[in-house]
Every structure is written in structure tokens, then in C-alpha cells.
């Protein structure tokens, strides 16, 4: 069973900064990992989605790398501003399971003005 | 092209009655699935379809069922509803690869 978890749970930081959302799954069996945004009562906003036989994607000031074999996913956020506060989740889809979702409960970004 | 369209975006049940929840996917997706989202977690993985097939079910009650309509879009059915059963339901649809969501309907059980 394909666990996904997220670290740290909760991140604040002062604008301005650069920082790093950590993502780390069980099975590497996976199809391709998505990062998503959601903001207080609302859905989630797609951010980043890497393939299985890709490294890294970027938009903008986000970067999202993969590695596979050792269970991990990082998103690197560039320049924080205070619009980037919001939940963080991270979303692993499997081969074996058809194309279910599993995700980590998130990390919740504070970037104070 | 329009999102994924969700709807109620709010709810309120009592506990036992019976509750649908509708999704519109994007225009020429076929898959649409179904995610529970309890405050503070993550979404849990509750159906998946595509082609009106059900491809995936996750680890939910019977009282949980779903359907797809020839247009694509669904309806996700919860009867005998528990107060454990609030949460945000989310739809995601999806063509190729990667994962459209919706805003989601918030179901409140009282």
C-alpha cells in the first residue's frame, strides 16, 4: 500500500525567502507525482505534474524534482511572496492502481509580509 | 474551456438522509474520480470512471456508489449518512495524464 508523506506539516517564513516542501512515498512503482495548491475551503489548484522517466519541471519561480528509486519529491519555491500561503499537497499516482491519487497530508505555508 | 464544475458547493444533511453529489469533467476527459477530503488531511481516493466503467474504488462503505453518464459527467450517491461524513468531496477529471480538480461541494452531517 502506497503511503505518502509530507514534511515539515506546517512552514512559516518571512517574504522573500527560498524554501523547500518535502514529499517521500513507499512504493516507487509510481506513474507520475503531481503537486497541487489548496487554499482555505477551496479545491485544488495544479501546480507541478513530473512523469515517472522525468527529473524536474518548472513554472515560474516553482521547481519540482522526482527520484524514484529513493521515494522522494521536492518542491522549491523561489522569492516566497505572501500569496504563496496555502496548503501544499503532494500527489503520487500509481501503475498498479490505475490512476488513483494517493496523497500526503500536506504542508500548510505561512510567508509573512 | 470551463473547469471541472461541481455542484452543490454546500450542503447540509441530517444524519441518515441521503445526499448526490454532481460533476461536470472538463470538455473531453473522460475519467472522472472521486476524493473525500476530511479537515486537515489529505484527499482520500474514494472512485474512479472512465468510459462509465468504474476502474477503482477505494477503502469506502457500500453506502458510498457512484455512476457516469454518456456525457462523462458523474453523480457520487452517500446514503445513511454519518457524521463522519462530513468532509469536502472533490472530482477530479482527467484525458492523458495528470489531475483536474474541482472546487469541491462542502457536505456538513448534523
Known amino acids: 500500500k502506497q503511503e505518502v508523506t509530507q514534511i515539515p506539516a506546517a512552514l512559516s517564513v518571512p517574504e522573500g525567502e527560498n524554501l523547500v516542501l518535502n514529499c517521500s512515498f513507499t512504493?516507487?512503482?509510481?506513474?507520475?507525482l503531481q503537486w497541487f495548491r489548496q487554499d482555505p475551503g477551496k479545491g485544488l489548484t495544479s501546480l507541478l505534474l513530473i512523469q515517472s522517466s522525468q527529473r524536474e519541471q518548472t513554472s515560474g519561480r516553482l521547481n519540482a524534482s522526482l527520484d524514484k528509486s529513493s521515494g522522494r519529491s521536492t518542491l522549491y519555491i523561489a522569492a516566497s511572496q505572501p500569496g504563496d500561503s496555502a496548503t501544499y499537497l503532494c500527489?503520487?499516482?500509481?501503475?498498479?492502481?490505475?490512476?488513483?491519487?494517493?496523497f500526503g497530508e500536506g504542508t500548510q505555508l505561512t510567508v509573512n509580509p | 474551456d470551463a473547469g471541472v464544475t461541481q455542484s452543490p458547493t454546500h450542503l447540509i444533511k441530517t444524519r441518515g438522509q441521503q445526499v448526490t453529489l454532481r460533476c461536470s469533467p472538463i470538455s473531453g476527459h473522460k475519467s472522472v474520480s472521486w476524493y473525500q477530503q476530511v479537515l486537515g488531511q489529505g484527499p482520500q481516493f474514494i472512485f474512479q470512471y472512465y468510459e462509465k466503467e468504474e476502474r477503482g474504488r477505494g477503502n469506502f462503505p457500500d453506502r458510498f456508489s457512484a455512476r457516469q453518464f454518456p456525457n462523462y459527467s458523474s453523480e457520487l450517491n452517500v446514503n445513511a449518512l454519518l457524521l463522519g461524513d462530513s468532509a469536502l468531496y472533490l472530482c477530479?477529471?482527467?484525458?492523458?495524464?495528470?489531475?483536474?480538480f474541482g472546487s469541491g461541494t462542502r457536505l456538513t452531517v448534523v
Open positions: 500527489a503520487v499516482g500509481q501503475e498498479t492502481s490505475g490512476s488513483r491519487l494517493t
Open positions: 477530479a477529471s482527467s484525458r492523458d495524464y495528470g489531475y483536474t
Open positions: 512504493d516507487s512503482a509510481i506513474y507520475n
